[in-house]
């Protein structure tokens, strides 16, 4: 049974960041893929980051060069550390898994993915 556990999440200010894990268990990094999405009420849930099977990471527009996605094989961990954070970052992170290799935009689409955590949230003030 996959099981994905999130953490990391809370308030901060404006500017501030914030580092998410997500704790996988019956899930093998060396096959599969992850990623980090996020939701706020009234609109769909949106792809933040992922890693594809070659190990490379994928981000949305909005976060490019300020979020990294990162894996700690060793304790089966994904992470998303989170810079220069601004109130539109505000929202519920999920994590996600799936088992299979995906690559391209694929690796964002929500639908792509059938094991998440319960969320971890994040609001940032300005």
Do not use: H
């Not at 980051?49 to 060793?74: E, H, L, M, N, P």
């Not at 519920?92 to 319960?118: E, S």
């Amino acid at each position: 049974q996959v099981q994905l556990v999130e953490s990391g999440g809370g308030s901060v200010q404006s500017g501030g960041s914030l580092s998410l894990s997500c704790a996988a268990s019956g899930y093998s990094y060396s096959s599969d893929c992850m990623a980090w999405f996020r939701q706020v009420p009234g609109k769909a849930r949106e792809g933040v980051a992922a890693i594809d099977c070659d190990g490379s990471a994928r981000y949305a527009d909005s976060v490019k060069g300020r979020f990294t996605i990162s894996q700690d094989y060793a304790k089966n961990t994904l992470f998303l550390q989170m810079n220069s954070l601004i109130p539109e970052d505000t929202a519920m992170y999920y994590c996600a898994a799936v088992k299979g290799c995906l690559f391209g935009p694929r690796l964002l689409f929500t639908y792509a993915y059938n094991y998440w955590g319960r969320g971890t949230q994040v609001t940032v003030s300005s």
